[in-house]
């Protein structure tokens, strides 16, 4: 079971793409093809030794950068790491690819390589959300459609499930619209039609809740249906305050040696929350509604994300996520 990894796409270079890759290795037993620059991808592996018999190199002498336009990147770079990583899962050679690059041509590319799962309108980013009662939250769509019609968030919602189910191992996945109030006649024109169809499935729908729920309280949901423009802001948002409230914190800290002997103590519980509110954790977002294994990493991952992605990588391999969405599609959208 052979993942395919861009080692080129990411805005730290091939560095923690090929050291993830060994952890991988080491941790999990995984079997990586590195797809990028031989002779780079060489030498960084003699600075990080593992098990050669699963480590492959796959030669990819293009790159698509962050500033590219995607899908026309995409057609002229037939070479880029990206493209090839996906043209490695179409072959079969793989079971499924991580990128940690450009988001639009990492869709655009699984999307022209793999295509869609029949009857899926559109693919949707899931992003997991780390909740306050410990448990985590599925955010679909996290920016791959920017304006959405009723059927499609139902679908995000069948797909989402699916995911929360049998990736997260959650039971009966509690299945929410994300709007601007709890009430069933909240929200705009395509919500409300939405709303209507999904309370019509065999699903845990709840409902409506509003953006102070995603993280926990009495309406939390494990799958959280929305449109990309706002799935996006959130994720953004969400970056952004976790980044401010730490910062915030340590510099309350050094400006006081009380609180510098209190942040000491707490220094476990620290790292503790740190931990759960570390996208890496996560390995990346699945695309999801593709056929095939697609986890779009963010471009800073570290060493840690690309271990944890193959990691996922598997698991969507191992237990047909592929399979399980186009049942489920056919059954219900």
């Known amino acids: 079971m052979w993942v395919a990894i861009d080692t080129m796409s990411g805005d730290y270079g091939p560095e923690p793409a090929v050291h993830g890759a060994v952890q991988a290795v080491r941790d999990y037993g995984s079997k990586i093809i590195l797809v990028g620059d031989p002779k780079v991808i060489t030498g960084l592996l003699k600075r990080f030794p593992c098990d050669s018999s699963h480590i492959q190199i796959e030669e990819a002498n293009e790159v698509i950068t962050m500033n590219d336009s995607p899908a026309q990147a995409v057609r002229s770079r037939p070479n ?6 996906v043209r490695l899962v179409k072959e079969k050679k793989a079971v499924g690819f991580f990128s940690p690059g450009n988001t639009g041509a990492t869709m655009a590319a699984a999307l022209l390589g793999l295509g869609r799962i029949k009857e899926v309108d559109r693919p949707a980013i899931a992003s997991p959300l780390p909740r306050q009662d410990g448990g985590t939250t599925v955010l679909i769509d996290a920016g791959a459609n920017v304006d959405c019609k009723s059927n499609w968030l139902v679908q995000f919602g069948i797909m989402g499930e699916a995911y929360a189910r049998e990736i997260l191992g959650i039971i009966n996945p509690r299945v929410a619209l994300l709007s601007n109030g709890e009430e069933s006649k909240k929200g705009n024109s395509t919500s409300l039609d939405a709303y209507k169809k999904l309370s019509e499935l065999p699903y845990n729908f709840v409902g409506n809740i509003e953006g102070r729920d995603l993280y926990g309280g009495k309406r939390a949901a494990d799958v959280v249906i929305c449109d990309g423009f706002i799935g996006n802001i959130v994720l953004k948002a969400t970056e952004g305050l976790a980044g401010s409230i730490f910062n915030i914190l340590l510099q309350g800290i050094a400006g006081s040696q009380l609180a510098t002997a209190g942040a000491f103590l707490l220094k476990p519980v620290l ?5 759960r509110m570390d996208y890496t954790e996560y390995g990346g977002a699945p695309l999801l509604g593709v056929n095939g294994p697609a986890i779009i ?7 840690t994300a690309f271990k944890n992605a193959a990691r996922v990588v598997q698991e969507f391999a191992k237990k047909d996520i592929t399979g399980v969405i186009a049942e489920n599609i056919k059954r219900f959208a």
């Open 80 to 85: 880029s790491s990206v493209v090839v990583a």
């Open 271 to 275: 790292q503790q929350v740190k931990k």
């Open 297 to 303: 990493g963010h471009g800073s991952s570290n060493a």
